[in-house]
């Protein structure tokens, strides 16, 4: 962006001005430039597509824009248009139903992997083969990758910091580059400060009126005038503001697909408003609007406050409104919910999120799985699924870069469910030499194999296949050693993995501990990366993106309209990850232990269980997990943007502190 597009009209008589000071110092200037998560000038954009699925196949498709589409999974929908969507329909209809409302919709199915074919292919007929089809997220995935490709290119490489939350969502820090375009703009912010004293305040902008252009602007809180000289915050934001209007004007020209943004001073207010106003707009939260527009949420749609942690806040005080909470105290909130989870909703209500943008783009591990229905029962069709997991996985590892060997998995999972058990078996995949779909499969069916010697394994109701422990590889020559296997390696793959074989509900050690560890954990335990299960209609989770079998609806989502709410479910790092042992359970479902989501059938349920496991991999490839050194403007918090900072996020429960080489430790109920 050049200084000659900026925005800002009008002028205050410069005396007058001049006499006038600003909130902000030229300390917090300069916290800018360092992404300071406490900075009061940090400006938080989040850009989330509209009706992404629905808007991949209209494009795909090349149909008109007012033409109604859904976006179709075997009986269900998981994706409905605007355009649909004035008819009624909404990720709540059936198929049918939907077709009932609006007879001229279109109603596309997901690509789908063939039992027998190597290849993923719309397919007329997926609907009815549940039996022999696997979703492919294949083309939303791709889509996902040149958006986000977009989006990077518009952003001065030094100057940018872009977190992808979702398969259609990205949180930008643009405080850096911001701070950059004010310096260019605002020559008189690069003089030093009065006396060499960082903590003087800065002059106060030199333009009196701000240009919002089709911005939805939230109004300002009652006690901020709406004639107010604009101060930097709102100068910062107005910038930012530009800026993502630019992303998604080029995204829009680049690729056709439209999306909104919410431009704030964090992620939890950015959040909330990419979803404030949809489709295809923007909303601007200033600071001196954030009391005005939080006052009207439930904070049960807020960032981390949908799970458990929310249901319960508003058991304690009997109330889910933002409003009725804020006369609480903080000493009231401590001593109900414990000191850190106290100060932490104290701030959340009052729109403090200090959680950093991580730019994390890197896939950690790849899941390929398939629910049953019927089960199978015979190792020939268990080995017809591996191909098409491995098919699935190797042209994932293909994008990464598997061919030109810059990035490659070290561990191969094969995950199987009988009944109540599951089994799985793990073990290295040997480094150093090209890695082929051959050798993947063939590992893939040693691991098969392994578990079928065990015997009583049929009929199977789910089978998943990960690859994980990415790690760049070596271009280039190599010297002999790599490729050698290293000692690990070669023993895992001559002895074969270990591997346990746990019922359900067995009890073992280990769920002791868990108990024990969340019992102490305080607010942590209420944050885990949230990815909410696929069975519960997660959109976008890592795994979902990363190939776990969509599993359709099963249960209610929040909201009616297809959009499933601003704490939607494809927040990958945030919400409340309700995961403690003890929830309750919503009467006659069948309730995950784990987490307490109830489910509707024990197909279902094990669908559900199977997604954890899988998530249980993800974590352990992203190893240790301790908390980020947040601070919170009362006091310190241990909460951080879970996950996302690498290592911010809680102790995951029910982790063995030590398994085996090879060795996969399941943590069901
Ligand atoms: N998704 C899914 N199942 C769900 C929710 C979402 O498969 N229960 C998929 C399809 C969505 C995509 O994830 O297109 C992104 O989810 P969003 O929650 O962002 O919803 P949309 O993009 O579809 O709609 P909106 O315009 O409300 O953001
Ligand atoms: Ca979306
Ligand atoms: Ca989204």
Redesign the pocket.
């Known amino acids: 962006m050049s200084s000659s597009q900026h925005s800002f009209r009008g002028s205050s008589p410069a005396i007058a001005l001049a006499q006038r000071r600003s909130r902000f110092t030229y300390r917090n200037l300069t916290q800018m430039a360092s992404y300071n998560t406490a900075c009061p000038l940090r400006v938080v954009a989040h850009v989330?597509?509209?009706?992404?699925?629905?808007q991949a196949e209209m494009v795909r498709l090349g149909v008109p824009e007012d033409q109604p589409l859904a976006?179709q999974?075997w009986q269900g929908l998981?994706?409905?248009n605007?355009p649909a969507r004035a008819y009624g329909i909404g990720?709540m209809c059936t198929a049918t139903e939907a077709r009932r409302l609006c007879p001229s919709l279109i109603s596309q199915h997901v690509a789908t992997w063939r039992e027998g074919d190597d290849k993923w292919a719309y397919r007329p007929d997926a609907a009815e083969n549940i039996a022999t089809d696997k979703v492919s997220l294949d083309p939303?995935r791709l889509e996902s990758r040149r958006i986000l490709a977009v989006i990077k290119e518009h952003l001065p490489s030094h100057l940018q910091k872009v977190e992808k939350a979702?398969?259609?969502?990205v949180f930008l820090d643009l405080s850096a580059h911001v701070h950059a375009v004010l310096l260019e703009r605002f020559p008189e912010l690069a003089d030093p400060p009065p006396h060499g004293d960082s903590s003087e305040p800065l002059p106060m902008p030199s333009i009196s009126a701000l240009d919002w252009q089709a911005d939805a602007l939230v109004d300002l809180d009652d006690d901020h005038a709406e004639f107010d000289d604009p101060d930097w915050d709102d100068v910062a934001i107005l910038v930012a503001s530009e800026i993502v209007r630019n992303i998604r004007a080029a995204i829009r020209e680049k690729l056709r697909y439209t999306c909104?943004g919410g431009i704030a001073r964090n992620k939890l207010l950015s959040k909330l408003g990419s979803?404030y106003k949809?489709?295809n707009q923007q909303t601007v939260i200033r600071n001196g609007a954030v009391r005005h527009f939080l006052s009207g949420f439930k904070f049960t749609k807020f960032r981390n406050l949908g799970g458990k942690l929310g249901e319960q806040v508003s058991q304690a005080f009997s109330t889910e409104s933002v409003q009725e909470l804020l006369a609480v105290s903080v000493e009231q909130l401590k001593l109900k919910l414990g000191d850190d989870t106290g100060v932490w909703v104290y701030n959340t209500l009052r729109g403090i999120d200090t959680s950093e943008v991580n730019p994390r783009t890197q896939i950690k591990s790849m899941l390929s799985a398939k629910s049953f229905r019927p089960s199978i029962g015979t190792v020939d069709q268990a080995r017809g699924w591996l191909m098409i997991f491995v098919a699935d996985i190797y042209a994932r590892l293909v994008e990464e870069g598997v061919l030109e060997n810059k990035r490659r998995p070290k561990t191969i999972n094969l995950h199987h469910r009988h009944g109540t058990q599951t089994r799985s078996r793990q073990s290295p995949i040997p480094q150093g030499r090209f890695l082929d779909e051959e050798t993947l499969l063939g590992l893939a069916k040693t691991l098969l194999n392994q578990i079928v010697q065990e015997g009583h394994i049929w009929p199977c109701s789910n089978l998943s296949l990960s690859v994980g422990g990415f790690e760049d590889g070596i271009s280039g020559n190599m010297g002999i050693d790599g490729f050698l296997l290293k000692g690990d390696e070669a023993q895992a793959l001559n002895i074969g993995p270990r591997a346990r074989v746990e019922a359900e509900g067995s009890g073992l050690p280990h769920q002791a501990e868990k108990r024990r560890r969340m019992d102490d954990g305080g607010i942590q335990r209420f944050f885990t990366k949230k990815e909410t299960p696929p069975s519960l209609?997660?959109?976008?989770s890592v795994l979902?993106e990363n190939g776990g079998e969509?599993l359709g609806?099963r249960c209610r989502?929040v909201g009616s309209d297809?959009?499933?709410g601003v704490d939607?479910?494809?927040i990958p790092d945030e919400g409340a990850g309700a995961q403690a042992n003890d929830q309750k359970t919503a009467a006659g479902g069948h309730p995950c232990a784990r987490c307490g989501a109830c489910l509707e059938d024990s197909e279902a349920l094990q669908s559900h269980q199977d997604w954890h496991f899988a998530k249980d991999l993800q974590e352990k490839e992203r190893g240790g997990l301790a908390f980020g050194n947040q601070t919170s403007v009362i006091a310190a918090s241990p909460h951080s943007g879970p996950w996302k900072t690498g290592p911010a996020g809680p102790k995951r429960p029910g982790r063995p502190k030590k398994t085996e080489p090879g060795q996969q430790k399941l943590t069901f109920g």
């Open positions: 989330d597509l509209d009706c992404f699925y629905a976006v999974q998981i994706a409905v605007y990720r939303y979702g398969i259609d969502e909104a979803a949809k489709p209609g997660s959109s976008d979902r969509t609806r989502e297809g959009n499933d939607g479910p494809s």
